[in-house]
């Protein structure tokens, strides 16, 4: 009986969101945006794929470039996807672009975080490490 009564509080009261209410004032990452970033991004001669997922309150891009683009080059690609996210998201959202190559390069991967409210990327890299 007792095991019972540990078991409901411990494992029944777990029930609701995983992530609390960390989201419940969270501004919607609407897909017209996404696709508009997706769309800009793929337009740039150089970029090969861009891939999108959310995670709790991180935006993940991950970018595969060709294999002779400079690392300048690439990381401006970061200021287009907060341009099109906006004030709003991007004062909620922290935001991280993955920066990848199929071939081998000093500069790939590439990894940018914007922290929620920063003006600016945080950028790391295999050839700088």
Same mark, same amino acid.
């Given at each position: 009986m007792l095991f019972f009564a540990i078991f409901?509080?411990?494992?029944?009261?777990n029930r609701g969101n995983i992530?609390?209410?960390?989201?419940?004032?969270?501004?919607?990452?609407? %897909?017209?945006?996404?696709?508009?970033?997706? $769309?800009?991004?793929?337009?740039?001669? *150089?970029?090969? &794929?861009?891939?999108?997922?959310l995670n709790v309150r991180i935006i993940n891009f991950i970018i595969a470039v060709d294999t002779d683009t400079r690392l300048e080059d690439a990381r401006e690609l970061a200021d287009t996807i907060? %341009?099109?996210?906006?004030?709003?998201?991007? $004062?909620?959202?922290?935001?991280?672009? *993955?920066?990848? &190559?199929?071939g081998e390069s000093s500069d790939f991967p590439a990894v940018g975080y914007l922290f929620k409210n920063s003006n600016n990327f945080s950028w790391s890299n295999r050839g700088e490490q």
């Open positions: 409901g509080v411990f494992v029944t009261s992530h609390g209410d960390r989201l419940n004032d969270a501004p919607v990452v609407e %897909e017209h945006i996404v696709s508009q970033i997706k $769309s800009d991004l793929q337009g740039v001669s *150089f970029v090969r &794929t861009v891939d999108f997922s907060t %341009e099109k996210l906006g004030a709003t998201l991007t $004062s909620f959202y922290d935001v991280q672009v *993955f920066l990848i &190559t199929d």
